[in-house]
């Protein structure tokens, strides 16, 4: 069987989940991407090695084409958050399992997002989009409020606003970065930031659980703890599933960050219609005991999911993300760890070689590393990360 994977950059959630995962069920994966040396580098050192190909992959025209004169497919699938809607088309062309690309569309479109919920009843939110161009001159935003790319990701170019000026400077700001992207103002939702991961067939979903969130201190919103949570409450997790309802989420797996406000509403900040990235996805297999690449992948192959996945739910983790506080070169980091001792399990992965500069970035860009600790309590899982990271530096030079 062939799975053809649409890709963007060789993340740890493709090298090290999804290319393993397909190999292990036996399928013969074609990646798709507009930059074929980056993802062939990437996976030469792989047990299996994924055949490459170039291709126009924003363009759903472009896939369907290039899919046709190469090989039937079996599966269209891919983990990007900005090649969704591209994905659903081409899987629906093909007669294959897909998500609803109207789903996908507005999950990814943030200013369709809100009217969508809207419309719906279940959540109204200030809201206003700038087209590619336009200034933020005509609007009477309720301040503070957040500006953002209207089609963004990884909390890139979002920002907190305390008023008119400041939000005509951030706008001017992402603007100069970002050529033509249009742009979203929004009413900023105050509250504990959560998130929900979903696995679903189409037909079943299950809820994984999720991670409680801690965000760097405003006017940015870079996530750099994030703690299991493996159920939240009953309402909560009512409120966003009917939420994810109504967007028309069903298929595959489904990252979901909200806030729980003092009164109890439970809010979407946004809805990535993908697997959680940034190695935690990778630390849900290991916590919960599961084959969840393996699950996405066979929900995306037609397969039903089985009615229990026998998650485990006795355990806790940490996952916290090693931040660059300014620009440079690293000179000094540890290298990856993964270790068992005294009943908790701890990894560590860097995410920036040494001797490479960066800018400060502002967002998960600024990651140098990333270090998870697995427990039987949170406790314990806390402890272990704060040792590794007393016991470890991390340095840049300007």
Same mark, same amino acid.
């Given at each position: 069987?062939?799975?053809?994977? !649409?890709?963007?950059? $060789?993340?740890?959630?493709?090298?090290?989940?999804?290319?393993?995962?397909?190999?292990?069920?036996?399928?013969?994966?074609?990646?798709?991407?507009?930059?074929?040396?980056?993802?062939?580098?990437?996976?030469?050192?792989?047990?299996?090695?994924?055949?490459?190909?170039?291709?126009?992959?924003?363009?759903?025209?472009?896939?369907?084409?290039?899919?046709?004169?190469?090989?039937?497919?079996? +599966?269209?699938?891919?983990?990007?958050?900005?090649?969704?809607? &591209?994905? +659903?088309?081409?899987?629906?062309?093909?007669? !294959?399992?897909?998500?609803?690309?109207?789903?996908?569309?507005?999950?990814?479109?943030?200013?369709?997002?809100?009217?969508?919920?809207?419309?719906?009843?279940?959540?109204? +939110?200030?809201?206003?989009?700038?087209?590619?161009?336009?200034?933020?001159?005509?609007?009477?935003?309720?301040?503070?409020?957040?500006?953002?790319?209207?089609?963004?990701?990884?909390?890139?170019?979002?920002?907190?606003?305390?008023?008119?000026?400041?939000?005509r400077e951030r706008c001017a700001?992402?603007?100069? @970065?970002?050529?033509?992207?249009?742009?979203?103002?929004?009413?900023?939702?105050?509250?504990?930031?959560?998130?929900?991961?979903?696995?679903?067939?189409?037909?079943?979903?299950?809820? !994984?659980?999720?991670?409680?969130?801690?965000?760097?201190? $405003?006017?940015?919103?870079?996530?750099?703890?994030?703690?299991?949570?493996?159920?939240?409450?009953?309402?909560?997790?009512?409120?966003?599933?009917? &939420?994810?309802?109504?967007?028309?989420?069903?298929?595959?797996?489904?990252?979901?960050?909200?806030?729980? &406000?003092?009164?109890?509403r439970a809010r979407l900040i946004?809805?990535?219609?993908?697997?959680?990235?940034?190695?935690?996805?990778?630390?849900?297999?290991? !916590?919960?005991?599961? $084959?969840?690449?393996?699950?996405?992948?066979?929900?995306?192959?037609?397969?039903?999911?089985? +009615?229990?996945?026998?998650?485990?739910?006795? @355990?806790?983790?940490?996952?916290?993300?090693?931040?660059?506080?300014?620009?440079?070169?690293?000179?000094?980091?540890?290298?990856?760890?993964?270790?068992?001792?005294?009943?908790?399990?701890?990894?560590?992965?860097?995410?920036?070689?040494?001797?490479?500069?960066?800018?400060?970035?502002?967002?998960?860009?600024?990651?140098?590393?990333?270090?998870?600790?697995?427990?039987?309590?949170?406790?314990?899982?806390?402890?272990?990360?704060?040792?590794?990271?007393?016991?470890?530096?991390?340095?840049?030079?300007?």
């Open positions: 069987m062939r799975l053809y994977l !649409l890709a963007l950059n $060789p993340t740890d959630s493709v090298t090290l989940g999804f290319l393993p995962a397909a190999a292990r069920l036996g399928l013969t994966v074609t990646v798709l991407t507009d930059d074929p040396r980056r993802h062939r580098e990437a996976y030469a050192g792989l047990e299996s090695v994924p055949e490459v190909l170039e291709c126009a992959v924003h363009d759903f025209r472009e896939v369907v084409a290039l899919i046709s004169r190469h090989a039937p497919p079996d +599966a269209v699938f891919s983990n990007s958050d900005h090649l969704q809607t &591209q994905t +659903a088309l081409a899987a629906a062309y093909f007669g !294959l399992p897909a998500k609803d690309w109207r789903a996908a569309l507005r999950t990814k479109n943030k200013g369709e997002l809100r009217r969508h919920l809207a419309a719906a009843g279940l959540d109204t +939110a200030w809201s206003a989009e700038l087209a590619p161009g336009q200034g933020p001159a005509e609007l009477d935003p309720p301040y503070p409020c957040v500006v953002k790319p209207r089609e963004g990701v990884a909390s890139e170019d979002v920002a907190l606003v305390a008023d008119a000026a400041e939000l700001g992402i603007r100069a @970065r970002r050529t033509g992207a249009a742009l979203v103002v929004e009413e900023f939702l105050p509250g504990q930031l959560y998130t929900l991961e979903t696995l679903g067939d189409g037909t079943v979903r299950h809820v !994984l659980g999720g991670y409680r969130t801690t965000l760097s201190a $405003p006017p940015h919103f870079v996530e750099e703890v994030l703690e299991f949570v493996p159920a939240h409450p009953a309402p909560v997790e009512a409120q966003v599933l009917a &939420q994810l309802d109504a967007l028309g989420v069903g298929l595959g797996a489904c990252h979901t960050e909200f806030v729980v &406000q003092p009164d109890g946004e809805v990535n219609y993908r697997a959680i990235g940034d190695h935690c996805d990778l630390l849900l297999e290991r !916590l919960l005991e599961i $084959p969840y690449f393996e699950l996405v992948l066979r929900a995306h192959l037609g397969e039903r999911l089985p +009615a229990d996945l026998g998650l485990r739910t006795d @355990r806790r983790a940490r996952i916290e993300a090693v931040c660059a506080g300014h620009a440079g070169t690293l000179t000094a980091a540890p290298g990856p760890v993964e270790q068992d001792r005294a009943g908790v399990r701890l990894g560590y992965r860097p995410t920036r070689p040494l001797g490479e500069r960066h800018e400060h970035y502002r967002t998960n860009r600024d990651y140098l590393g990333l270090v998870w600790a697995i427990g039987p309590d949170q406790d314990a899982a806390d402890r272990a990360v704060a040792g590794f990271l007393a016991a470890n530096r991390w340095e840049i030079a300007p």
